[in-house]
Structures are given as structure tokens and as C-alpha cells.
Nanobody, 124 residues
Framework: QVHLVESGGGLVQAGGSLRLSCAAS????????MGWFRQAPGKEREFVAG????????DYSDSVKGRFSISRDNAKNTVYLQMNSLKPEDTAVYFC?????????????????WGQGTQVTVSS
């Protein structure tokens, strides 16, 4: 069973950058499309970004397109989310998860399990 642990969150001013990491243990991420998600206070968890088995295949929500970049390093069993030009509305707990199909990453309700996530707070 693949266990995912998110890290890299913190407090940053608007316009700043952060790089999140999602490290896998107990198995390999290689067969999976990987995704980043977030949940802001009082809101439902939402899809942020996804990356397919082939790193050229990526998908982004409209709210982060052009500012965030997802990447993966299968040798390190890790997925990253580079977040630039951060806005206060990006404040949320960020999570990662996996699926065999990149398109299905947008179906947030399908995932039975989530990790602890990492808190990102953007001050204005």
C-alpha cells in the first residue's frame, strides 16, 4: 500500500513562492498519475493539478494555471508542486493522491483515503 506524505507548506506573503513535496513509501508512484488537491476552511476539497505517467501530460485547475507547476521524480518516488505568484485565496491545506488515469484525478470524491496534508498560508 502506497503511503503519501506531504510537506513544504508554510507562511508566505502574497506574490511569493513555495514548493510542496509529496513523498511516497511502501510502494512506487511509477504506475500512477499523481495529483495535488487543496481544501480551504469552510470549503470542499478541490483538484489543483495532475501529472500523468508521461511527465509531458499535465492538467491544472483554472485558478492556478500559469502560476503553479506540477512535476514528478519517479527515482525519488516524489511529486512536487511549485507555486509562484501566490495569492491569499491559495491559502489551504494541500494534499496529494494518485490514480491510474490522469482524468480521474478531477473526481475528488472518489478517493477514500487522504494524508495529513501541508498547510499553506498566504498573507496579503
Amino acid at each position: 500500500q502506497v503511503h503519501l506524505v506531504e510537506s513544504g507548506g508554510g507562511l508566505v506573503q502574497a506574490g511569493g513562492s513555495l514548493r510542496l513535496s509529496c513523498a511516497a513509501s511502501g510502494g512506487t508512484i511509477s504506475p500512477y498519475a499523481m495529483g495535488w488537491f487543496r481544501q480551504a476552511p469552510g470549503k470542499e476539497r478541490e483538484f489543483v493539478a495532475g501529472i500523468g505517467l508521461m511527465t509531458a501530460m499535465t492538467d491544472y485547475s483554472d485558478s492556478v494555471k500559469g502560476r503553479f507547476s506540477i512535476s514528478r521524480d519517479n527515482a525519488k518516488n516524489t511529486v512536487y508542486l511549485q507555486m509562484n505568484s501566490l495569492k491569499p485565496e491559495d491559502t489551504a491545506v494541500y494534499f496529494c493522491n494518485r490514480d491510474l488515469n490522469i482524468a480521474r484525478l478531477r473526481i475528488v470524491a472518489q478517493f477514500p483515503d487522504w494524508g495529513q496534508g501541508t498547510q499553506v498560508t498566504v498573507s496579503s
